[in-house]
């Protein structure tokens, strides 16, 4: 079964400074598709951004993107001038192109201190 | 545009006393839905998810059920209630899981005491 693992339970950045948050994942496939979800204080799940395993291009939202790389099965996230509505728990996820089961890592839970 | 609705946002309730949650999307039609929990500092686990109306597929063997009556409405259930069940329950929707990702509701807060 595939694994998602987050191995930073909680990062800290400074307002307008960069922060890179880190995801590993487990699994035997070729298609797959990893996202980035945001979750703030509110609970609510916010998709931050997604990646298509067959392409190579990193993708990129304004002031996120991530750094994939396929051969290492990691799929980090970066925020570039971070800003306090960022302060959030973020989880990465994984999603099979075969089944109907998302998997969650355990979540960083990112300060931005002013 | 879709919406997902889901309530209530906090419930609290006795150990042994039922259980029902619901969830509904508007502005699609025949959405995939899912029923996540999320205990306090860790992941979503997936409880359970539907392709279509009755079709309800279970993950993880539990005091839990869902049931879907309607195309567009979820809902989660249990008979009795146990302490473990307390947590963060999510609802979510996708039409096109490989595409969009999913979007989720708001949350239902449980607290069993």
């Known amino acids: 079964a595939q694994t998602v693992t987050q191995s930073q339970p909680e990062m800290s950045v400074q307002e307008a400074e960069t922060v890179t948050l880190s995801c590993t994942y487990d699994?035997?496939?070729?298609?797959?598709?990893l996202f980035w979800y945001k979750q703030p204080p509110s609970r609510q799940m916010i998709l931050v951004i997604r990646?298509?395993?067959?392409?190579?291009q990193n993708a990129t939202e304004n002031r996120f993107s991530v750094n994939f790389q396929k051969a290492a099965k990691s799929f980090s996230l970066k925020i570039s001038d971070s800003q306090l509505g960022d302060a959030a728990m973020y989880f990465c996820?994984?999603?099979?192109?075969?089944?109907?089961?998302?998997?969650f890592g355990a979540g960083t839970r990112l300060t931005v201190k002013p | 545009s879709q919406t997902i609705h889901q309530w209530p946002a906090t419930l609290v309730q006795p150990v042994g006393s039922p259980l029902s949650l619901e969830c509904t999307v508007e502005g699609t039609s025949n959405p995939n839905l899912y029923w996540y929990r999320q205990a306090a500092g860790r992941g979503l686990q997936l409880l359970f998810y539907s392709v279509g109306i009755g079709q309800i597929s279970s993950e993880v063997p539990q005091n839990l059920s869902a049931s879907r009556p309607q195309d567009r409405q979820f809902i989660l259930s249990s008979k009795k209630l146990l302490l473990s069940d307390s947590g963060f329950y999510l609802c979510a929707w996708s039409r096109d899981r490989i595409n969009y990702g999913y979007t989720f509701g708001s949350g239902t807060r449980l607290t069993v005491v």
């Open positions: 699994t035997s496939e070729s298609d797959y598709y």
């Open positions: 990646q298509e395993a067959y392409k190579q």
């Open positions: 996820a994984y999603n099979s192109y075969n089944n109907n089961d998302m998997r």
